[in-house]
């Protein structure tokens, strides 16, 4: 086995050479990827870096995922303007479960070792881990690039912060990594873990580094904690017209790392239309995706309802509040954004656009009202 048939689309392969050594030992090689468990969701962007275990996977080496929920408690800032928020344990505990049952989607279950690095940080002691920050220096840690934008800002970083590379590399010491991945965003956490091992007489871990897929706005990388993103177990729909709010610029690598491959037209909406099919397919079958570009086409190309429309009972009066309608009936955040969205014509009544907050409840009885354009409604009198 050559090391490119385990590492095709990696920005990274450190250091040179050494991945071809590894794999001389004629061995199962431990294979690490750490997980972030601060949100249950997988999304593109990570099935993406799943699919590259996988590889390694189906090449016969073990998969080791670490769920972090010991450093979750700390907040990893990789690529981060300030420190993540922490959740509590139960929140973890069950978004770690959600996440493993999402990842055996892609990968095999059975050869899949799961660990949570609380078995070991949680462990050790106070002096044990003031020994271990002996092999950092913080002018080492400070020429991580988020990190040096802050120092060199005046943003505060938490001592908390800094020691999560040193858990993190402490991750790789503990399972005995042969090699860890990650998005390149992650290269200085994947190079402590290298170094660690190294000054603990361990052979140190083989880093390999994957793009990072951007989110919807195109510009961030697709982040749960961005909200930018699109989840594996999302429903069709919702993955077809996110798929198609994308910018044109974003095209090509979402071909590339979505589906393997390039665009099949210059034009970008027959493009985008086609690299929404693909994804909808992958993930969800071909009658789904046929599903979601008919709903997309019908009801955002040609602003016309669904065909399956969720009805509701109308509540008690001869008029009815539209704005309290909207926010208890169809999910508008609240009265006073509704009222802004019918000021700016997006509500209407059976395709009708409605301007008057109060409506007559005959008017409403059995119509279909649309808010925005994709939130519809049938409203039946009680």
Request: overall charge negative.
């Amino acid at each position: 086995m050559q090391p490119a048939e385990v590492t095709r689309d990696a920005v990274d392969v450190l250091p040179e050479g050494a991945l071809d050594e590894k794999l001389k030992l004629d061995r199962p090689l431990r294979v690490k990827l750490g997980v972030d468990p601060t949100s249950p969701d997988v999304h593109l962007g990570f099935a993406y870096v799943l699919e590259r275990l996988a590889d390694f996977q189906r090449a016969g080496h073990t998969i080791v995922l670490i769920v972090g929920d010991y450093t979750a408690r700390i907040g990893d800032p990789s690529g981060r303007s300030k420190e993540r928020p922490v959740l509590d344990d139960v929140d973890l505990d069950a978004n770690a479960r959600f996440f493993a049952e999402q990842a055996y989607t892609i990968l095999d279950r059975h050869q899949t070792e799961v660990r949570f690095n609380g078995e070991w940080l949680g462990a050790l002691s106070y002096g044990e881990v003031v020994r271990l920050c002996r092999h950092f220096t913080v002018a080492r840690l400070l020429e991580r690039d988020d990190f040096a934008k802050r120092f060199g800002a005046h943003v505060p970083i938490s001592l908390s912060e800094l020691l999560y590379p040193v858990m993190q590399a402490y991750d790789s010491v503990a399972v005995e990594a042969d090699v860890e991945i990650g998005g390149t965003d992650q290269l200085y956490n994947l190079l402590a873990g290298r170094d660690l091992m190294e000054h603990l007489g361990l052979d140190p871990q083989v880093v390999v580094t994957y793009p990072l897929l951007v989110g919807l706005d195109g510009r961030e990388k697709m982040s749960k904690s961005r909200g930018n993103y699109i989840g594996i177990t999302e429903p069709p729909e919702q993955m077809f017209g996110k798929v198609m709010s994308i910018p044109d610029e974003a095209l090509e690598q979402w071909w590339r790392l979505c589906l393997g491959s390039e665009p099949p037209a210059t034009d970008p909406m027959k493009s985008k239309l086609a690299l929404a099919a693909g994804i909808v397919t992958k993930w969800k079958g071909p009658q789904a995706a046929a599903a979601a570009e008919l709903h997309f086409t019908r009801v955002v190309r040609r602003h016309e309802a669904p065909e399956d429309v969720p009805e509701e009972p109308l509540p008690e009066g001869d008029t009815i509040h539209l704005p309290a309608l909207l926010a208890n009936g169809m999910g508008i955040g609240s009265t006073s954004e509704a009222r802004r969205l019918i000021a700016q014509g997006g509500v209407k009544i059976d395709g009708e656009v409605v301007t008057e907050l109060d409506v007559a409840r005959d008017r409403l009885a059995g119509a279909v009202v649309q808010a925005g354009k994709r939130r519809f409604k049938r409203f039946r009198a009680a």
